[in-house]
């Protein structure tokens, strides 16, 4: 459980320093990302939030199915013997 609040928790943060930078320094989201760029700051780092959630939820169903399977199958060899 504490792994699932601590990941909550972390994907929260993100999300929110993300939205405090559209709020107070919207511009810094602006700006190319090198000069010549047609592209914006802002792109890359939404995708990089994107990916950093998927990556987090990957590791997180990776880790629960290995330690419940575990588990199960043990609770399952316990209630037949």
């Not at 792994?3 to 929260?12: G, H, K, R, T």
């Not at 939030?49 to 199960?72: C, E, K, M, P």
Request: hydrophobic share 60%.
């Amino acid at each position: 459980a504490v792994l699932a609040w601590s990941l909550s928790a972390l994907v929260l943060a993100v999300y929110y320093l993300f939205i405090m930078l559209v709020a107070f320094v919207p511009g810094w989201l602006h700006l190319p990302l090198y000069e010549g760029s047609h592209l914006s700051r802002g792109i890359p780092l939404g995708a990089a939030i994107i990916v950093l959630s998927w990556l987090l939820t990957a590791w997180y169903v990776r880790h629960a199915n290995n330690r419940f399977d575990a588990l199960s199958a043990e609770i399952l060899a316990e209630g037949q013997a």
